[in-house]
């Protein structure tokens, strides 16, 4: 027999209001009005991903070689001043990256993607850069002491080791990406922040937010994706997720 | 064997040229342990690791069984040697196998031949094989990782291995527990093995010939006996300790100080008879009572035998405290400080008595090497007091 318990109470509680907000959006429209956006979402959610995806690979493929070469030995007296120049470019507005590379590359996709590119790269060269340098000089001492070549130490066991740090990177710098994407809009690329700042010029709240809310769920799905890449991808013994 | 001929190594540091490494020339014969020994900044890492060159020479040459290494290359070189170090070194991105693979994967050995190296490499060090092969080294205790470290070093047989520290961060009980199994191995193995340590206890037990360094300089180059008989300066004295002839106790065997001359009776003779040889041998309180076939049964005191009259085996005591000729003479003066007697009976594999070993005899044996040696030069290594040299 089903008793009424407290948490029954609350559930019950729940579906009610549930049940209150759909008779409520169903008799002021909002749903409709959300309907009616579809198309639009979809169309700009496709290119607002597209956005991300090329800026944030080409953006993985320079900096995970540009961290790499910069933790090498022999790089180590221009690295420090290296990762101060990215660490000083972090700090700039993407918004002001977007606009000067806007002025120099005019409007359209291609700025964009080199803007976004740009705010993308730097999280993950540091990354990169911080997970291989602190790979423990005991373990490149014996890798080294076993006759890998210096590639082979690099490949097996230094990437091996920094891969975790390297993907929290790679986490960090994608969830800057998808929130950023919308600000492409102003500078004339597209993506979801077409129906952002175009709700915001209209003061209409529900295309304002069927430019955010999937804008949101993008961030959390894309966060997500790279979360169980690493899962799988980091080797179980330096994978804290699967110890 | 392995020979270093006026390898020197000198640091280029902000304070000025630091020598590390003095022109140090030394050869370790083929399946003997050499252990590095003195305190630390004294220039036994570097040495040690210049044979592989993780340090590069500044000059000077590295022969592995008589050929000059100058010409190899790096990796070669350090394929065919095998490299234990302190912090272990275990990849922890790979399992146990593929940590002990990885070696002869390098030297390009086919899959079959490597997976069943690694299981006979597991039996070796004693560890399960299926229990352990695909586990990663952070699920394996300290004292398992090091024994995997040896394994990783040892996986694709080179004639030569370099330790540095191996056994140093594992606690006391273990470290004495890894040291026996790794002699045991070494046994069958033969390997010329390079061996860096800080601690003369482990040096004397592990080592075939101790080497100590000091300053950058190679100070003395012996035998452990012979380090701790005839220490060459009063460095080396001082780094052995004031202790240093009873560390010898652990080195000597019975079998290199027993006497066949000792004094016994059987159950037949009269108890005349055993005060009699009590008094000829000299010893003051009993004398041991054998069978027929030599072995002892028990003792018959001196008080006993001078106020009672008959035969011994009527009264005899406890079978006294025998020490058998492999025993070396930590064991028997042990013994002797134990149960407060002098001399103690020796017996071989059967049990029988083949002779004694007496308290005179070890204490002559420690002090004549002393004295033999006291007056001799001690000039030679002795160490220019040069800047403070440090190590790395």
């Known amino acids: ?76 007296r221009v690295a420090e001043s ?41 999280p993950i060269t540091r990354n990169t850069y911080t997970g ?43 969830a800057i990406n998808v929130g950023t994407v919308p600000l492409a809009f102003l500078i004339g690329a597209g993506g979801l922040g077409e129906l952002i700042f175009t709700g915001i010029d209209l003061y209409d709240p529900v295309m304002m937010l069927s430019g955010a809310i999937p804008t949101a769920l993008l961030a959390i799905v894309v966060d997500m994706l790279i979360a169980i890449t690493a899962f799988l991808v980091v080797p179980r013994g330096v994978n804290p997720s699967r110890a | 064997m392995i020979r270093l001929d006026n390898l020197t190594k000198v640091f280029d540091t902000p304070k000025g040229a630091v020598t590390a490494a003095d022109h140090i020339s030394m050869e370790v014969p083929t399946g003997e342990i050499c252990i590095l020994l003195g305190p630390s900044g004294c220039g036994k890492t570097t040495t040690l690791k210049m044979i592989n060159r993780i340090i590069r020479p500044t000059s000077g040459k590295v022969f592995i069984n008589g050929e000059d290494t100058t010409s190899l290359d790096t990796q070669d070189l ?77 996986a694709a047989d080179p004639p030569v291995m370099l330790m540095d520290e191996p056994f140093g961060a594992i606690d006391p009980i273990n470290r004495a527990v890894i040291q026996d199994e ?16 800080h601690d003369i206890d482990e040096a004397i037990k592990m080592g075939d010939r101790i080497a100590i360094f000091r300053e950058g300089k190679l100070v003395q180059y012996s035998q452990p006996d012979e380090l701790l008989a005839a220490p060459k300066n009063e460095f080396v004295e001082s ?3 004031e202790d240093r002839a009873l560390k010898r106790l652990n080195l000597v065997k019975v079998r290199d100080l027993a006497s066949e001359d000792i004094g016994l009776v059987r159950p037949d003779d009269t108890l005349e008879t055993a005060l009699a040889r009590i008094g000829d041998y000299g010893y003051q309180t009993s004398i041991v009572m054998v069978n027929a076939k030599r072995q002892p049964v028990g003792i018959i005191s001196a008080a006993v035998a001078r106020t009672t009259k008959g035969h011994c085996r009527d009264h005899f005591q406890s079978v006294p405290v025998v020490v058998s000729l492999d025993d070396d003479l930590r064991k028997v003066a042990s013994l002797m400080f134990s149960n407060d007697m002098t001399w103690v009976p020796c017996v071989d594999d059967e049990g029988r008595i083949v002779g004694q070993i007496t308290q005179r005899s070890i204490t002559h044996h420690l002090g004549s090497r002393y004295r033999a040696h006291s007056g001799a030069d001690d000039t030679v290594g002795e160490a220019s007091p040069s800047s403070s040299a440090s190590e790395e």
Not at chain 1, 23 to 37: A, E, L, M, P, R
Not at chain 2, 85 to 104: A, D, K
Not at chain 2, 186 to 191: G, N, P
């Open chain 2, 78 to 154: 350090r394929r065919s040697i095998g490299y234990v170090i302190q912090q272990i070194g275990l990849f922890p991105n790979m399992t146990i196998e593929e940590n002990i693979t990885v070696v002869p994967k390098l030297l390009g050995w086919d899959k079959a031949k490597y997976k069943e190296r690694a299981r006979e490499m597991m039996r070796m060090i004693a560890l399960e094989p299926d229990a352990f092969l695909k586990r990663y080294p952070s699920e394996l205790s300290g004292g398992q990782q090091q024994r995997i470290g040896v394994a990783r070093a040892l």
């Open chain 1, 82 to 122: 290296a990762m101060q120049v990215l660490n000083v470019g972090t700090t700039i507005p993407t918004l002001a990256v977007l606009a000067l590379s806007m002025s120099f590359l005019g409007i359209g996709t291609v700025p964009a993607v080199f803007g976004l590119f740009v705010a993308t790269l730097l």
């Open chain 1, 1 to 76: 027999m089903p008793t009424l318990n407290l948490s029954g109470a609350m559930r019950l509680l729940v579906l009610v209001a549930v049940f209150m907000a759909g008779i409520w959006s169903q008799s002021s429209g909002v749903i409709d009005d959300f309907i009616f956006y579809l198309p639009d979402i979809q169309y700009l959610a496709v290119q607002h991903l597209w956005l991300t995806a090329i800026s944030g690979s080409l953006a993985i493929l320079v900096a995970i070689p540009l961290g790499t070469l910069l933790s090498r030995p022999s790089m180590a």
């Open chain 1, 132 to 174: 291989l340098k602190g790979v423990s000089p005991a373990l490149k001492e014996a890798a080294a002491g076993i006759g890998m070549s210096p590639g082979q130490r690099l490949m097996r066991v230094e990437l091996p080791n920094a891969l975790y740090v390297i993907f929290a990177g790679i986490r960090t710098a994608l």
């Open chain 2, 239 to 241: 780094f052995l300790g």
């Open chain 2, 182 to 197: 790794f002699l045991k191995m070494q046994q069958d193995l033969k390997k010329t093995i390079m061996f860096v340590s």
